[in-house]
């Protein structure tokens, strides 16, 4: 059974900086690509960044620059380094896997940035 689970969301001040946590289990993650998604109410879910395998990155344009994916496969944990966060970064992060033609999703965390 796999189970994703999120962490190291929270409220903070625009500037500052968060680090998200998405540790997986049941599944081969070093293979897995993962992802990170945010939805802020009213919103559509929106693809945030993506890391392959292969370690290769995507961003969203709308967070190049600020937001940096990566992972620890010895860890099974992929990571979110949130920096000069906006309030119009306020959403439930979501991580999601990728295997196999399956999709995996987490149950989320919420990011709260005050102006």
């Known amino acids: 059974q796999v189970q994703l689970v999120e962490s190291g969301g929270g409220l903070v001040q625009a500037g500052g900086s968060l680090r998200l946590s998405c540790v997986a289990s049941?599944?081969?993650?070093?293979?897995?690509?993962m992802n990170w998604y945010r939805q802020a109410p009213g919103n559509e879910r929106e693809l945030v960044a993506t890391?392959?395998?292969?370690?290769?990155?995507v961003y969203a344009d709308s967070v190049k620059g600020r937001f940096t994916i990566s992972r620890d496969n010895a860890k099974n944990t992929v990571y979110l380094q949130m920096n000069s966060l906006k309030p119009e970064d306020t959403a439930v992060y979501y991580c999601k896997a990728l295997q196999g033609g399956l999709s995996f999703w987490g149950q989320g965390t919420q990011v709260t940035v005050s102006s």
């Open positions: 890391i392959t395998y292969l370690r290769v990155t």
């Open positions: 049941g599944m081969f993650f070093s293979i897995a690509t």
